[in-house]
């Protein structure tokens, strides 16, 4: 399984763009990336996978270099509800998934 | 579509004393999950079944904890007898199974133990 790093913390204010970035240095072949999004009381809620290039969805963008060894989860326009801990998870479509601690966004009004 | 439902929400407990929990997938869900998220920390699988069979328990201190899935539907987690070090949030997830990726899981609200 391909180890990631995130930065432990991200603050940033309401209406902006966010960017969380992984490292994932010895991602496989056939790894996807993966990230979740958790709320405080809640359980974790997948919000969007790629595996090359950019993956777009209603909730979140998903950018992958060529090289993939990183990966960049944008969220457009903050709002205060986006405050969360994010997860971003590598592996094969079988594997076993392993959640680190996360990044934890904290939104400023 | 009804998400993954759990019971109890809450539990408060001392320590030895023993405790179970529920969990029920979405409807069609063959793979299930439990996990425990300690405070700061993010989920540990503890085990992993598909449909009614264990694919996965290589984390599960079964010395204390045991979980079944009868039936391929619901499942309950125990713990006997529990510690201190057992207090965490326990999620239950479920995913489509192998024919989709087990990436994409969706969780329940978790319950919350306390062992004093």
């Given at each position: 399984?391909?180890?990631?790093?995130?930065?432990?913390?991200?603050?940033?204010?309401?209406?902006?763009?966010?960017?969380?970035?992984?490292?994932?240095?010895?991602?496989?072949?056939?790894?996807?990336?993966?990230?979740?999004?958790q709320f405080p009381s809640q359980g974790?809620?997948?919000?969007?996978?790629?595996?090359?290039?950019?993956?777009?969805?209603?909730?979140?963008?998903?950018?992958?270099?060529?090289?993939?060894?990183?990966?960049?989860?944008?969220?457009?326009?903050?709002?205060?509800?986006?405050?969360?801990?994010?997860?971003?998870?590598?592996?094969?479509?079988?594997?076993?998934?392993?959640?680190?601690?996360?990044?934890?966004?904290?939104?400023?009004? | 579509?009804?998400?993954?439902?759990?019971?109890?929400?809450?539990?408060?407990?001392?320590?030895?004393?023993?405790?179970?929990?529920?969990?029920?997938?979405?409807?069609?869900?063959?793979?299930?999950?439990?996990?425990?998220?300690?405070?700061?920390?993010?989920?540990?699988?503890?085990?992993?079944?598909?449909?009614?069979?264990?694919?996965?328990?290589?984390?599960?201190?079964?010395?204390?904890?045991?979980?079944?899935?009868l039936k391929g539907v619901d499942s309950?987690?125990?713990?006997?007898?529990?510690?201190?070090?057992?207090?965490?949030?326990?999620?239950?997830?479920?995913?489509?199974?192998?024919?989709?990726?087990?990436?994409?899981?969706?969780?329940?609200?978790?319950?919350?133990?306390?062992?004093?």
């Amino acid at each position: 399984l391909a180890k990631t790093t995130q930065p432990i913390s991200m603050d940033s204010y309401e209406g902006q763009e966010v960017n969380i970035t992984c490292s994932h240095n010895n991602i496989a072949t056939n790894d996807y990336i993966t990230w979740y999004q958790q709320f405080p009381s809640q359980g974790p809620r997948f919000i969007i996978q790629g595996y090359k290039t950019k993956v777009t969805n209603e909730v979140a963008s998903l950018f992958i270099p060529a090289d993939r060894k990183s990966s960049t989860l944008s969220l457009p326009r903050v709002s205060l509800s986006d405050t969360a801990v994010y997860y971003c998870l590598v592996g094969e479509w079988d594997d076993k998934i392993i959640f680190g601690k996360g990044t934890r966004l904290h939104i400023l009004p | 579509e009804a998400g993954v439902a759990q019971s109890p929400r809450y539990k408060i407990i001392e320590k030895r004393q023993s405790v179970a929990f529920w969990c029920n997938p979405i409807s069609g869900h063959a793979t299930l999950y439990w996990y425990q998220q300690i405070l700061g920390q993010g989920p540990k699988l503890l085990i992993q079944f598909q449909n009614n069979g264990v694919v996965d328990d290589s984390q599960l201190p079964k010395d204390r904890f045991s979980a079944e899935r009868l039936k391929g539907v619901d499942s309950t987690l125990k713990i006997q007898p529990a510690k201190l070090e057992d207090s965490a949030v326990y999620l239950c997830a479920s995913s489509l199974g192998r024919t989709a990726s087990p990436y994409e899981q969706y969780f329940g609200p978790g319950t919350r133990l306390t062992v004093t």
